[in-house]
């Protein structure tokens, strides 16, 4: 007996993927909202024991929606660095250069702060390369413009270069991943500080947003103990 196809669906057509029955939609937001935060929180190197655990699922339902850890990482920061993309995009936007590239830097360097897993993903370049070399190829020609726009406009420093700003941020994520358990808005201290030396005219520096860390808190956030040297780098001194 031939199988039968639908009347709407012509013979030989591969079959049609049917909706997610509502009760596992639900499940597959739910786990989706626990990576957001587990991530954020912790970065990338959780498990999906984890994830299933703050969602309050087992973790064969996470692996029934996800076939692996780098599927639900895509899933969650598919729109989260297409977010990144507009806001340089809308940067390039605004009517003044200089303040435009502020705001960019700003507002993604308070995305960073807040989303270790961001950070990991789009400026260490961890896990989902694909993904990371996508949205590089729609933010490098963004930084680009950002930086040639407050050049050209006398704002902007002109030794300053497209690859300077994903470092820059990546110096500002650092500071915010150290000291985030100690006193989480320090980064802006930084980023004050950084844009100072961006920028050509200026009257005096600007007001630093957050004081200086006390020594108890430096001594909290940076580790005491330096990783051993390599014989390499001893030889270097020499």
Do not use: C
């Not at 786990?31 to 954020?40: D, L, N, P, W």
């Not at 006398?154 to 991943?177: C, K, V, Y």
């Not at 600007?206 to 390499?232: C, G, I, N, W, Y």
Request: no cysteine; glycine share 6%.
């Amino acid at each position: 007996m031939s199988r039968r196809t639908a009347p709407d669906q012509p013979a030989g057509s591969p079959p049609r993927t049917r909706p997610l029955r509502a009760d596992a939609e639900r499940n597959r937001q739910r786990i989706i909202a626990a990576a957001q935060e587990v991530f954020a929180r912790r970065g990338l190197e959780v498990t999906l024991d984890d994830i299933a655990h703050h969602a309050g699922v087992g973790v064969g339902t996470v692996y029934r929606r996800f076939a692996d850890r780098e599927a639900l990482i895509e899933a969650v920061f598919d729109n989260e660095i297409q977010r990144v993309v507009a806001l340089a995009e809308q940067a390039l936007a605004h009517e003044n250069a200089w303040e435009g590239l502020v705001q960019f830097l700003t507002v993604s360097g308070a995305d960073f702060a807040e989303d270790r897993g961001l950070r990991e993903i789009l400026l260490e370049g961890a896990h989902s390369q694909n993904r990371v070399a996508a949205a590089r190829e729609h933010l490098t020609p963004a930084f680009s413009a950002l930086i040639a726009r407050a050049q050209q406009e006398g704002s902007l420093r002109n030794d300053i270069e497209a690859t300077d700003l994903p470092l820059l941020q990546l110096m500002i994520g650092a500071t915010a991943h150290h000291t985030r358990a100690v006193t989480p808005d320090l980064w802006q201290r930084y980023l004050t500080l950084v844009l100072d030396g961006l920028r050509t005219q200026r009257h005096g520096p600007s007001p630093l947003p957050h004081r200086a860390l006390t020594q108890e808190e430096f001594d909290q956030a940076v580790p005491k103990t330096l990783p051993p040297r390599s014989m390499a780098d001893r030889t270097g001194d020499r």
